[in-house]
């Protein structure tokens, strides 16, 4: 599953001891990075525009169309955008 949301809130700063310990957690987990072709880069970009979506959520819904994935998010036009491209939303 893909996790995409954002949120308005206000937050209080992140003191440098949690910083580090998200960090620690994060270099634990299985983590892939994917290089990605340039000609997917352009797919990426016309996504964004076709869809009218800021980068990062057309980075969420190309993220869930290449693994095939549901997309889980509560944002309105992410959900729509993804329904659009034939993604599953949850």
């Known amino acids: 599953m893909v996790l995409s949301g954002r949120s308005n809130r ?3 700063p992140i003191a440098e001891r949690q910083i580090r310990e998200y960090i620690g957690i994060l270099k634990a987990l ?33 993220l869930a169309q290449r693994t095939s994935l549901p997309l889980a998010t509560s944002d ?14 949850v």
């Open 30 to 62: 299985p983590i892939r990075v994917g290089a990605r072709s340039m000609a997917e880069n352009i797919d990426l970009e016309s996504l964004a525009r076709r869809r009218d979506l800021a980068a990062y959520d057309a980075a969420d819904l190309h």
């Open 10 to 12: 206000q937050h209080p």
């Open 76 to 89: 309105s036009p992410l959900r729509d955008a993804a329904i659009a491209e034939g993604v599953d939303v």
